[in-house]
C-alpha cells in the first residue's frame, strides 16, 4: 500500500510539473534571451542555399598584377593613398628578400605584428576630421601599434583608390545609393588590396594586434575574422542575417586572400542584382520596400554587409573541409589552414551572451561601441534592447 501511494505522489508531482512548464511557457513574452534551445542547422533552413549561392559565384578577380606594382611602389599618388602603397610596398619588398622562416616569423610575431599581414591599420570616415566621441578610440589604435602605419581614409581618398585599383566596379561603387554600402565594399577592397588590419572608427583595441593569436598561429594567420553571433535561440532572424556570423567591424587579412576574394565577389554580385532590380521597381514598389531598409529598399545587411561577408569565408572555408559547426561555441581562436576564427570574445567582449566573456578576458582583442544607428535593427544593440 505504502508503495502505491509513493508512485501516486510520484506521478502527481510529474503531471503538476508538466502543467506549470506549460503554463510558464504560454505566458512568457517572447524573448531571444528565453527561447527554446534548439538544433540551429535544422531550423537555418537558409543556410544550405547562401551556401550554394556563394559557391556558385565566381571570387572577385580584380587585378592580378597589382601586388608586383606595389612591390615596386614608393608611394607616388600622394595623400593617404601613397602612404599605403608605400607601406605595403615596403612591406612586400622585405617579404619577398627574406622568406618567412619559423623563426623570422616568431621574431615578427613577438615584435608586436603579425608576420603575413602588413602593418597597416584602416580606419575610414567622411573626412579627416574625426567625431570627438571617436578621438580617444584612433589615438588608442596608434599608441598601441607604434610599428604599424595608421590610415585614416575619407570618403574622397576612397573614391581615389577604387578608380585607381578597381576601376572595372569604380561605377557601380559610384552608384551605390548610400554611404554604407560604399563603406562597407570599401574595406573588403582595401584588405584585398593592401592587407593589413582594418577596424570601425567605433571600435577601440584592448591588446595589440600581436596578441590576438597564439604565436603558433600567429606564424601561419594569413587571414582573421572573428564570430559577431553564434545564435542556438528561435527568433534569431529577427536580430542577425546568419545564425552564425562573422564580424566586419574588425577583421585582419593577407594582401589577396582567397576568403576576401569569394566575399568581395559574392557581394558584388548580389550588390548588382539588387541595383538592377531596384531600377526596374517603380515608385510605389520602392515606397513600399523602404520599410526597414536603407533609403533606396536595398538591404544593405544582405548586400555588402555581414551576409554575404559570412557566406564568402564560409565557403571558402568549405572548400577546405572545414564544417560550419567546427566554428561553433568557440572558446579559443582556432587556426583552419591559414585562416584564423576568433570566438566571440575577441571582437565582442562584455556582451554576457552567446558565450561572449568580459572585456578583461584573455581572449578579447577589441571592444565594439556600436555607434553604427542604421543597423541597430539586428545587431547586438536589439539583441540586448539597447536601441
Given amino acids: 500500500m505504502k508503495g502505491t501511494s509513493r508512485f501516486v505522489v510520484v506521478a502527481a508531482l510529474g503531471i503538476l510539473a508538466l502543467v ?35 559557391l556558385h559565384v565566381q571570387p572577385y578577380s580584380g587585378d592580378v598584377s597589382v601586388l608586383d606594382a606595389l612591390k615596386q611602389s614608393a608611394g607616388a599618388s600622394g595623400g593617404v593613398l601613397a ?12 617579404a619577398a628578400a627574406n622568406a618567412t622562416t619559423p623563426a623570422n616569423a616568431t621574431a615578427t610575431a613577438t615584435a608586436g605584428r603579425l608576420p603575413h599581414i602588413p602593418p597597416l591599420i584602416h580606419q575610414q570616415w567622411k573626412s579627416a576630421t574625426v567625431p570627438n566621441e571617436h578621438l580617444d578610440k584612433v589615438r588608442a589604435f596608434i599608441s598601441m601599434h607604434p610599428s604599424h602605419t595608421h590610415l585614416l581614409w575619407t570618403d574622397a581618398d576612397l573614391d581615389d583608390f577604387v578608380r585607381k585599383y578597381h576601376p572595372a566596379i569604380v561605377d557601380l561603387y559610384r552608384s551605390l545609393p548610400k554611404n554604407v554600402l560604399r563603406a562597407d565594399l570599401a574595406r573588403y577592397l582595401l584588405l584585398l588590396t593592401f592587407g593589413g588590419i582594418y577596424s570601425d572608427l567605433d571600435t ?29 535561440q528561435r527568433g534569431w532572424k529577427k536580430y542577425f542575417t546568419r545564425s552564425l556570423q562573422l564580424c566586419q567591424w574588425t577583421m585582419a587579412s593577407a594582401p589577396d586572400h582567397p576568403a576576401v576574394r569569394r566575399a568581395v565577389g559574392l557581394s558584388l554580385a548580389i550588390t ?28 544593405v545587411l544582405e548586400t555588402t554587409g555581414p551576409g554575404p561577408w559570412t557566406d564568402g ?34 571582437f565582442s567582449p562584455g556582451m554576457h551572451h ?12 577589441v571592444k565594439h561601441f556600436f555607434s553604427g544607428s542604421w543597423r541597430l535593427h539586428s545587431s547586438w544593440a536589439a539583441w540586448f534592447g539597447m536601441d
Fill in 83 to 94: 602612404t599605403a602603397e608605400a607601406a605595403v610596398g615596403a612591406f612586400l619588398r622585405d
Fill in 354 to 365: 552567446m558565450g561572449s566573456r568580459p572585456e578583461t578576458d584573455p581572449e578579447a582583442c
Fill in 272 to 299: 548588382q542584382q539588387a541595383m538592377a532590380a531596384e531600377q526596374l521597381k517603380d515608385e510605389q514598389t520602392r515606397a513600399r520596400d523602404r520599410n526597414g531598409k536603407d533609403k533606396s529598399g536595398i538591404d
Fill in 204 to 232: 577601440s583595441p584592448l591588446k595589440p594586434v600581436g596578441q590576438w593569436l597564439p604565436r603558433s598561429q600567429a606564424r601561419a594567420a594569413r587571414f582573421i575574422v572573428g564570430v559577431e553571433a553564434d545564435v542556438f
Fill in 20 to 54: 506549470v512548464t506549460s503554463i510558464v511557457m504560454a505566458v512568457l513574452p517572447s524573448s531571444p534571451i528565453l527561447a527554446v534551445q534548439v538544433d540551429v542547422d535544422n531550423i537555418d533552413e537558409r543556410y544550405h542555399l547562401e551556401l550554394e549561392q556563394a
Fill in 313 to 346: 569565408i564560409l565557403a571558402e572555408l568549405h572548400l577546405q573541409n572545414v564544417p560550419r559547426r567546427s566554428l561553433r561555441k568557440l572558446e579559443h581562436s582556432v587556426l583552419f589552414g591559414d585562416v584564423a576564427v576568433l570566438p566571440i570574445t575577441a
